[in-house]
């Protein structure tokens, strides 16, 4: 039997194949000398390794190095490997020697089962939406014989109020894991390698928030349909500024480790649905997710092309600024939905969904940065992270640097739209109904200058055309221009 390389991200049981098998993992060093991650996800990244490496034992040979390249030097005998996370990893592992390539695993849908079905569509739109609903039916979730459950596939209207009108949704605190030895051992070597100087991170240090190991991770899972599911599918689109984790999942980083299957997750919420323990709404949101999003994610990141994120279609041309990239770390940001949204990352490297979205992705497009430097800002700023993760999300949703490959429309919002799924308007030193003077909110403003900006790189898309249309009768529309051109990068 040939030796399993496990990646960091691939430590699940589901990466051998049958117990006892030997396995090899290497901690390479050079990955956070050559890009300044954030502290947060270096330390988990290497708990979770190290955890793994302990509870496999002598099963495993666990080498420390600068490089894959070095440590591999002193391997003798073939391997084997899933298929990696990226395209550079894969094609590493391609161009050595001795190394079968298997199938990747820890998702829904296969690559042959996503190639058949985009070979189905022809010319049309690979949407998301068939994507999962296709799935639903391959996969039995939420089906009642050939009909969805509940007589509709998606619940997504009803999953979009806005926050209650109190501090937090007032559910139990999320269940923590216990940092133990290994974890003490991570922050040593951090702190030592920052001393050296040869890493500098981003972030704040602190517990450690996510599952690291498959036994904390199974927890999680079972913390979450237990407490927080039934209340996730009507907020899940809506931001409070005192509550970090609303009735989100904390899924995403040992998902993305490879912990969990994605399909026991869904096993489980499902359940929870027919047992009634929760909402058809929540549970459908919760699955929509997973089989839906992330898989569709996945697979347009391989789809797409090793190109794909070097796609700038609006041609946004500014750098990343130091105090976004630096996470607000001097607290100069005075808008309240963008410093509380830093606030988050720089103090857990993670945020959920919208804040990414319509905060910090938001912002980064209205002011026409490089989609290639903020889709790395994500990769390295967020614990659940990868290449795979963040190259479509970004690039295509986010940032709308694809032309509309992905999108169909710029995910462009003004005060407004903050102000209605959030409590970060009303202490804000701006108002989201002013555009122009000292307390015009800069996400009003920035959303009409970056529909002038981009009116011709945009027309004829049918889905923004009357936005199009009502800047042009904007009459304070030159005055705007000119007042957020000289705001150009500064920190609002």
């Known amino acids: 039997m040939r030796t399993r390389w496990l990646f960091g991200d691939q430590l699940g049981p589901h ?37 793994r ?12 190095a600068g490089t894959y390249r070095e440590a591999l030097a002193e391997v003798s005998g073939d391997l084997s490997v ?7 990893a894969d094609r590493f592992v391609r161009s050595l020697d001795g190394v079968e390539v298997l199938p990747a695993r820890g998702f829904c849908t296969s690559r042959d089962d996503f190639a058949q079905w ?54 139990t605190e999320p269940w923590w894991p216990h940092e133990d030895e290994i974890d003490d051992e991570v922050r040593a070597d951090l702190d030592r390698w920052e001393r050296d100087g040869d890493v500098r991170f981003t972030g704040q240090d602190g517990p450690r928030r996510f599952a690291a190991t498959r036994r904390e991770a199974l927890h999680v899972l079972r913390d979450f349909v237990a407490h927080r599911l039934p209340a996730f599918g009507p907020h899940e689109d809506a931001m409070l500024t005192g509550d970090d984790w609303m009735a989100h999942s904390l899924l995403s980083a040992p998902l993305n480790l490879g912990l969990l299957d994605p399909l026991e997750a869904v ?35 391989w789809h797409f092309g090793a190109d794909y994120r070097h796609r700038n279609a609006l041609l946004a041309r500014r750098h990343v600024p130091d105090w976004f990239a630096d996470l607000d770390a001097d607290g100069t940001v005075e808008a309240r939905c963008l410093s509380e949204t830093l606030r988050g990352v720089r103090e857990h490297g993670w ?43 970004v690039v295509g949703m986010s940032q709308y640097a694809d032309g509309g490959l992905l999108a169909t429309k710029p995910y462009a919002g003004g005060g407004a739209y903050i102000d209605r799924m959030s409590d970060f308007c009303g202490s804000c030193r701006y108002d989201p109904k002013v555009r122009v003077g000292d307390d015009a909110c800069p996400f009003t403003a920035g959303y009409w200058w970056f529909l002038d900006r981009n009116a011709d790189r945009l027309q004829g898309n049918q889905r923004i055309a009357r936005q199009l249309s009502a800047r042009q009768r904007l009459d304070d529309l030159p005055d705007l221009v000119d007042q957020e051109q000289k705001r150009g990068n500064d920190a609002p």
């Open 15 to 51: 990466f051998l194949d049958e117990p006892g098998q030997p396995a090899l993992m290497i901690e390479s060093r050079g990955v956070f000398t050559r890009r300044r991650f954030h502290r947060q996800k270096a330390h988990l990244v290497l708990s979770a390794m190290r955890h």
């Open 118 to 171: 985009a070979s189905r569509r022809g010319s049309k739109r690979l949407l998301m939406e068939d994507f999962y609903r296709e799935a639903r039916v391959r996969l039995e979730v939420l089906m009642d014989g050939s009909n969805p459950t509940g007589g509709q596939w998606n619940f997504d209207h009803d999953n979009r109020e806005p926050p209650p009108h109190q501090p937090t949704l007032g559910l």
């Open 82 to 88: 899933c298929a990696p996370t990226s395209y550079a």
């Open 53 to 64: 490496a302990a509870e496999l034992g002598d099963q495993v040979r666990y080498l420390k």
């Open 267 to 301: 096993e489980r919420a499902e359940d929870a649905y027919r047992t009634g323990a929760a909402p058809l709404s929540s549970v459908e949101g919760f699955v929509r997710q997973l089989i839906g999003w992330r898989d569709y994610i996945w697979h347009l990141y």
């Open 351 to 393: 945020v959920h969904h919208i804040p990414r979205l319509m905060v910090l992705g938001n912002y980064a497009m209205q002011r026409g940065w490089r989609p290639d430097e903020v889709t790395d800002w994500f990769h390295r700023s967020f614990v659940d992270g990868y290449d795979w993760v963040m190259v479509a999300n």
